[in-house]
């Protein structure tokens, strides 16, 4: 065969018409399958290619997958054939990177979220009655600096932003559950787009729960390689009904639970004079103090809310959420943009926002154990004290466990009413059968998986 000099783009080019699937052989010291060796290239030191010492190029991924195997991810990390092969990635800090590639996603992924999120938070609760303000009563509707000065115009703009997207995405007239009744399309824009909500109360409160939507959706680009679950009781019901495989979880959990704790870090660090200010110097107190900062961090109950209605609020939030989630990610589902696709994002943005609009006052609508655990465990670490676990009579445990009782709910009721496809619901006796047979569906589970290339 003659010799081919290539540059590195070309070969990336010719690479990705042509895909080659690489995998190790199994006597040691033999090439690779289907792998391009020195006489098949010119061994350019420029090329920023990555060769072994035998003049192979080769995939730097494959040298990592006993160990990514071992965290309980796939063998093959998911990122660009052409980085795999390139003379950077054998370096130490890129094979790490490259091995915990999917938990590193989550981590970032549920970082960005808190910030925004508790950010918004602490803007609005620190900023109260700030007269100096552009709204005059505290940075609430600090967005309208964005907008524009002018409130109404602020709001105009961003309602017919939102009408328009939804016009470009559904062509048709439709009608929009608790929104558009039977009205049609039109006139229901032409109203919604007339309507002012003037109180201050309402626009910052509504500022969080958009706020905490965009940081969802913005997790979510971060994220995407790893599926972006960032909520644990997401990635459980993916576990469960969705074929995820199991050994991921803990890795999964770990990285999202971290990524919630160390935002909740940054926030505190940026928002440290403010809270001074609010409360004092060095004072930190939770509800129900008048000048309680503790719910910049987590969530804490409206004092009136007895403790089953803590857990149903946080249950009936999760169902909402985990049932809309599945029914985005549904490719069967002519609804939603086949799987949600690039629409998915701003669907989750639309979803958060709705969830905190009706169903956020009692709780806070933490639906997020890496959301509230990990910020409150750090507000316990800055100096909040004991009274993070015990307040509102110790509801600290309530947005731990509800989100898993409620996403799993959701899961199942979307499964069972409405998705055609393979779920451990469309199973015989609803998959309660593998209950009596662990082991035996444990290892159906595994063979599955195997045959669809997900372990």
């Known amino acids: 065969m003659a010799t081919l000099s290539k540059s590195s783009e070309d070969w990336s080019r010719s690479m990705s018409s042509e895909p080659t699937h690489v995998e190790p052989d199994s006597s040691s010291g033999a090439p690779l399958k289907d792998e391009p060796t020195a006489p098949d290239i010119e061994h350019n030191e420029g090329s920023g290619l990555h060769f072994t010492p035998s003049g192979r190029l080769t995939k730097t991924s494959t040298t990592l997958q006993n160990t990514r195997a071992f965290l309980g991810l796939h063998p093959e990390a998911p990122i660009d054939e052409e980085h795999d092969m390139a003379e950077h990635s054998d370096l130490w800090w890129s094979k790490m990177k490259i091995t915990l590639r999917e938990p590193l996603l989550e981590f970032f992924g549920v970082f960005i979220l808190v910030l925004f999120g508790d950010g918004s938070v602490a803007q609005v609760l620190l900023s109260t009655g700030q007269q100096s303000a552009p709204g005059g009563n505290g940075f609430g509707s600090y967005q309208s600096i964005n907008w524009g000065y002018d409130e109404s115009r602020m709001r105009n703009t961003m309602e017919r932003a939102l009408w328009l997207l939804i016009a470009q995405h559904y062509s048709y007239g439709i009608s ?82 971290l990524g ?117 465990l750090m507000s316990h670490a800055v100096g909040y004290g004991h009274e993070v676990w015990s307040a509102g009579g110790y509801y600290f445990w309530v947005p731990m466990v509800a989100p898993f009782c409620g996403c799993v709910f959701g899961g199942f009721l979307y499964d069972a009413f409405l998705y055609t496809g393979p779920s451990a619901v469309n199973t015989p006796w609803f998959g309660l059968r593998d209950l009596i047979r662990p082991k035996k569906a444990i290892a159906e589970r595994v063979e599955k998986h195997r045959e669809a290339g997900l372990v």
């Open 176 to 257: 929009l559950c608790g929104v558009v009744g039977n009205k049609s399309f039109g006139h229901a824009r032409a109203r919604a787009m007339e309507q002012t909500k003037p109180e201050a109360d309402e626009r910052t409160v509504a500022d969080r729960y958009l706020r905490w939507g965009i940081g969802v959706m913005l997790g979510v680009y971060v994220a995407g390689d790893s599926g972006a679950y960032l909520n644990p009781a997401v990635t459980f019901t993916m576990c469960l009904f969705r074929r995820l495989p199991w050994r991921r979880f803990p890795a999964y959990f770990l990285a999202q639970f």
């Open 260 to 376: 919630g704790f160390f935002a909740a870090g940054v926030v505190y660090a940026n928002y440290i004079n403010g809270i001074n200010q609010v409360e004092g110097y060095g004072k930190r107190t939770v509800p129900p103090s008048k000048t309680a900062t503790a719910g910049i961090f987590c969530t804490y109950p409206q004092a009136f809310v007895t403790k089953t209605s803590q857990f149903f609020s946080e249950f009936i939030a999760s169902a909402i959420l985990m049932f809309v989630i599945f029914a985005l990610k549904d490719d069967s589902n002519n609804g939603s943009s086949k799987g949600g696709g690039n629409w998915f994002p701003l669907g989750l943005f639309f979803l958060v926002f709705g969830i905190g609009a009706c169903f956020g006052w009692e709780t806070g609508y933490a639906i997020n154990l890496a959301r509230d655990f990990g910020p409150r």
